[in-house]
């Protein structure tokens, strides 16, 4: 029997937890302890004291926001009420992280790995439970090796420090990666990795040789040490429910000398509609050295309630032959050759980031960026959206007013690298995806709360035109609206509802590689990987 008198002594048992995660003064308070057990803890791992005091920043270090701030990359995860790390460590050598995974574990607390930081919900450096930030930045080195075709770069490296390290030594190769200059390595070809290359070369994961992480236990595994099911998991999976990825070795891919980009603009004046519609039916069709996205636009005019919509390409070759290429494939485009700009590989990278084709490719070294408030969402698109329905689209984009959308085409090399070849599903019968992007720059709840529900109408609008059962969706598009795990539970059936979306299939896999790796669940974020449920693991 349970006597009165403990009642009150088991209710401060059980809400105990709840005081030390919800009351900001007790945690504030706290954290001088955690940083001195941290610290302490480092020490018992052999990491010498003089070496920690460079890497551990508690939040009275007066670079403690400096280094928070400098990798946010969404303003709405930079308000004075958002959860702020316990610790951050930014490692510079391998036996900090190992040392970092180890006391993080200890401490009980959860460990969030940032590499770019370009998570479009903030789930590298914010969670709503204790946290400590393992921040990868300075761990950036990279080692390209031209006669093996091949390239050594670390997590904390950006695409644009790699970019540009593989032209200083060779203007004849490049590699497959996003657009964005300041997109972290480890993040970005963990999840997935795309960029305008991919109907002829595939994802960045398409393109990756060997990697090296550290595991729930500490050690350093390579593709030898940590077995194909890992490194399978690991090239596409996001590597945060997995371990800490530390570097990869990349497939450099040959890319001409010269090659071709185009910016064109055309409105319903134009026939617009006319000429998406011809482009849904050649865009994943076309020469796979072609990639031509779209931006769909609502007018910001008052006065023209208008859709712009904006061909934006890279060619990988002469604009002679790009011309031929559109004049038989996508006439209906009624592109100029007055319209094309010829350049190396390097300079395609700069007019992508929105600098001029001549700008210094120093540029792409820039770790700085302009941040806005932003929100993302992601669809695939598997059967051509009819003219009408396209027209009523547009209306209701009219009539929200922001969301715009961005058509990447697929199918080239995507639609011949099997389904199950890599976590990331979504390839042969998808013509193209659809990005849902928001930014702005007014911190006002208010208005975040309208664009976000503006982003979610729009999607809900398109439901019909898009893919179902599951509506998939790209990891690196993170959105939590799609679903989320409570952290302390890691429920299976909870994840299973975004790990469907973002991988099909391969989320069975996804999730036994995991069970094997980390039993315990110490990888895990809003939309990690969970293990197995207890009944059928045993
Ligand atoms: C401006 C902008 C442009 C973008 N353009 C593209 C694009 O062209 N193509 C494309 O594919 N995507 C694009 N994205 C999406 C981008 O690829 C993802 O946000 C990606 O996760 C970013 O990686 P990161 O290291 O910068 O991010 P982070 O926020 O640091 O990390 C993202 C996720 O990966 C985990 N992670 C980070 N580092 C490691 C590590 N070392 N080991 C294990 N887990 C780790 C984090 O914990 C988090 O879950 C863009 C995003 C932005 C904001
Ligand atoms: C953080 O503050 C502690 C205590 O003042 C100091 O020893 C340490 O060097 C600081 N860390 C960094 C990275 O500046
Ligand atoms: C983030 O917020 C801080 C404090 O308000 C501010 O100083 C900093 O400029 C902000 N970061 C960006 C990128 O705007
Ligand atoms: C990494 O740390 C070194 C030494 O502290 C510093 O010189 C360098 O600028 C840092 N690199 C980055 C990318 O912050
Ligand atoms: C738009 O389509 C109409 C009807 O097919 C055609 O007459 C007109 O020339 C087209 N306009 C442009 C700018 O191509
Ligand atoms: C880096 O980019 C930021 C943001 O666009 C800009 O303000 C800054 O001048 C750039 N720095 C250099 C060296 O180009
Ligand atoms: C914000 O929204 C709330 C609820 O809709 C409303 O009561 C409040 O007046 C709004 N604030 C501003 C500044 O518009």
Redesign the pocket.
Known sequence: MLSPTMFPFLLLLVLFPFFTSISQPFRVAASDSIYDNFASCLTKNGIPSGQISNILYSPTNTSFNSVLQAHV?NLRFNTSSTRKPSIIVAPLEIPHVQAAVLCTKGAGLEL?????????EG??YVSDVPFIILD?FNLSSITVDIPSESAWVQ?GATVGELYYRIWEKSNAYGFPA???PT??V???I??????AMLRRFGLSVDNVLDAQIVDVKGQVLDRKAMGEDLFWAIRGG???SFG??LAYKLKLVQVPEIVTVFNVQRTEAENATDILVQWQNVADKIDNGLFIRVLVQPSTSESQKIIRLTFIALYLGDSDSLMSVMNAGFPALGLQKSDCKEGSWIQSMLFWSNFDIGAKPELLLNRTSDVNFLKRKSDYVQTPIPKDALTSIFNKMVQLGKPGLVFNPYGGRMSEIPANETPFPHRAGIIYKIQYSVNWDDASPNITNQYLEQARELYSFTTPYVSSNPRQAFL???DLDIGTTDNGKNSYSEGEVYGRKYFKDNFDRLVKVKTVVDPENFFK?EQSIPTLPARSFR
């Not at 940032?114 to 998570?119: L, N, T």
């Not at 963990?190 to 960029?195: E, F, K, L, N």
């Open positions: 990359r969030k790995i940032r590499s770019g930081g370009h998570d479009y789930i590298s990868m997590a996003g657009l964005c997109l972290g480890g993040g970005h963990s999840g997935g990795g795309y960029g996001g590597g945060a800490v990825v690196n598009y993170r974020n």
